[in-house]
């Protein structure tokens, strides 16, 4: 499985990005997909996870009332719209894939993407 993320960016506070994760190969087996995030100097967090099926989903303290999970089965994609931004939010944001949403938020993935940089200036 390979994940690919993108869509960070520059932003200013307040203002959303939506970040993508595309995944190919074999998929099926890697029923849960999440986003993770590491600022500089902190360790990694949790951000949101979702099944393919769409349910499942949960986000974590930092997301909470501002981003919202997405997939499109279709295309293989799972997104994360973020909005009302804050300088804290920047960070490198990663996807991932893993076989169970409890093992998906304990960062226990079997996948994961290179990340995306969302850089959110005051």
């Known amino acids: 499985v390979q994940l690919q993320a993108s869509g960070g960016g520059l932003v200013q506070a307040g203002g959303s990005l939506r970040l993508s994760c595309a995944a190919s190969?074999?998929?099926?087996?890697?029923?849960?997909m999440g986003w993770f995030r590491q600022a500089p100097g902190k360790e990694r967090e949790f951000v949101a996870v979702?099944?393919?099926?769409?349910?499942?989903?949960l986000y974590g303290d930092s997301a909470k009332g501002r981003f919202t999970i997405s997939r499109d089965n279709a295309k293989n994609t799972v997104y994360l719209q973020m909005n009302g931004l804050k300088p804290e939010d920047t960070a490198i944001y990663y996807c991932?894939?893993?076989?169970?949403?409890?093992?998906?938020?304990?960062?226990?993935?079997?996948?994961w993407g290179q990340g995306t940089l969302v850089t959110v200036s005051s």
């Open positions: 991932a894939a893993g076989s169970s949403r409890g093992r998906v938020v304990a960062a226990m993935c079997d996948y």
């Open positions: 190969g074999r998929t099926f087996s890697s029923n849960y």
């Open positions: 979702i099944s393919w099926s769409g349910g499942g989903i």
